[in-house]
């Protein structure tokens, strides 16, 4: 038994499994610009790289998920980082400034 707290192993878990929903959106979205090849000037690929660095932070989330890891404080802090990345990155694409 870790000698974390029972709430800080729940916060964890909290934070892998929005960061691997939130990574649910990305990996349809990069299906789409490879399949697309781009988009219909090509400017999609650009994109791409924000994108893999998203599917990156689905390892750490992965390895917060099983009981060994659970309560890692490293882990909790960069997942918290690439929750915070995920949000930025998917407020940026649904609500882009400028789109009525």
């Known amino acids: 038994m870790s000698a ?11 934070v892998a499994g929005l960061l691997v929903l939130s990574n649910g959106y990305f990996l349809v979205l990069s299906y789409w610009l490879i399949r697309s090849e781009g988009g219909p ?18 390892v750490p989330a992965a390895l917060t998920l099983p009981r060994q890891w659970r309560g890692s404080t490293r ?17 940026f694409l649904l609500f882009k400034p400028g789109t009525p």
């Open 75 to 91: 882990l909790f802090v960069f997942n918290l980082i690439g929750l915070l990345y995920s949000v930025g990155l998917l407020y």
């Open 41 to 58: 000037m090509g400017y999609g690929w650009l994109g791409l790289p924000f994108l893999l660095v998203a599917h990156t932070l689905l």
């Open 4 to 14: 974390l707290p029972l709430r800080f192993q729940h916060a964890n878990q909290v």
